[in-house]
């Protein structure tokens, strides 16, 4: 027997890309070659950190727990669409649907706030050296660290808990490739007043807050590597806040576009195009911007080769 839940829906479709076989195949072997390079790209970066005891640092525990974050963000996601694509069947149980909604907007939310103590940790390194022991010793790394998971797992609960009360008699047709916040809203045929208010409070001001002040922390960063006059640190300490600066650019431009604008500006092709980048890009780029300028790295990365 069926569970019941709110507006009689025991499970949603979801749409995906395209209906056609002929597109279907060359998507799924597409996306299964995207999702194996960030799954290696990022278990590089976590087991290189991990057996290398001179990366065992702030800056580095943080990348590999951004590398964790976006391997399960990814995994997530992309197992369930290569599924769909493989074996047609679009079908989705209304609890693994709020599971993958609440497990999307958890992650994300805690690689905002990991990316932003990723900002204060290249602040205090570059504009306060001399305090940086004190300052980011294990405790407060550890500290930081937990806070961006408790944060993202904590305060996502709210938009769970209101998406799943709500009443969906218009359609169970999900126009996306999952679970995602705004088409369920648009299904949904009770008032959503309180979900999108809260969910304008997150996704605009929390971020609006981590982007100003990340973006102070670059502020601050620059002008102190202008004022060094050794050329070679210089270059060295602009290319790993390039690296982290990029990341962070991509990120807010994205949540920008899918989170600061109404339901009705909702466009299921645009809005798939534009989370197709957000759910690859980032997880792609990231083991590829943090490690291609990083000496320590790559020294790291060909001793575990060698072993």
Not at 47 to 74: G, W
Not at 203 to 219: C, E, K, M, P, V
Not at 236 to 264: E, G, N, Q, W
Not at 299 to 306: A, E, G, I, P
Request: glycine content about 2%.
């Amino acid at each position: 027997m069926k569970a019941k839940y709110p507006g009689n829906v025991s499970e949603f479709i979801i749409q995906g890309f395209c209906d056609t076989p002929e597109c279907q195949l060359p998507l799924f072997v597409l996306f299964l070659i995207i999702y194996l390079f960030i799954i290696t790209g990022n278990l590089i970066i976590i087991f290189s950190i991990l057996f290398n005891s001179n990366l065992h640092r702030p800056m580095y525990k943080f990348l590999q727990n951004l590398s964790l974050i976006d391997i399960y963000f990814t995994s997530n996601i992309l197992p369930a669409l290569l599924h769909l694509l493989i074996t047609k069947q679009n079908k989705i149980s209304f609890f693994w649907c709020m599971t993958q909604l609440y497990l999307y907007m958890s992650l994300a939310f805690s690689e905002y706030i990991l990316l932003t103590a990723m900002s204060y940790d290249r602040y205090v390194a570059i504009c306060d050296p001399f305090h940086y022991i004190a300052r980011m010793s294990k405790k407060h790394c550890a500290w930081l660290i937990s806070t961006s998971y408790c944060a993202g797992f904590v305060g996502s609960v709210g938009h769970v808990v209101l998406v799943s009360k709500l009443s969906y008699c218009k359609s169970h047709v999900i126009e996306h490739f999952f679970c995602d916040l705004i088409p369920l809203l648009k299904l949904s045929c009770s008032d959503t007043f309180n979900v999108e208010i809260l969910t304008y409070v997150i996704g605009t001001s929390l971020s609006f807050n981590f982007f100003l002040f990340t973006l102070i922390s670059y502020i601050f960063i620059i002008s102190t590597i202008l004022k060094i006059a050794v050329h070679t640190w210089t270059s060295k300490a602009f290319s790993t806040c390039a690296s982290h600066l990029t990341c962070v650019i991509i990120l807010y431009d994205t949540i920008i576009c899918m989170d600061t604008r109404p339901i009705k500006a909702f466009n299921p092709k645009k809005d798939q195009c534009v989370t197709v980048l957000y759910i690859i890009l980032i997880p792609i780029f990231n083991p590829v911007i943090y490690t291609l300028k990083n000496e320590d790295f790559k020294d790291s990365l060909r001793n575990l080769m060698l072993k």
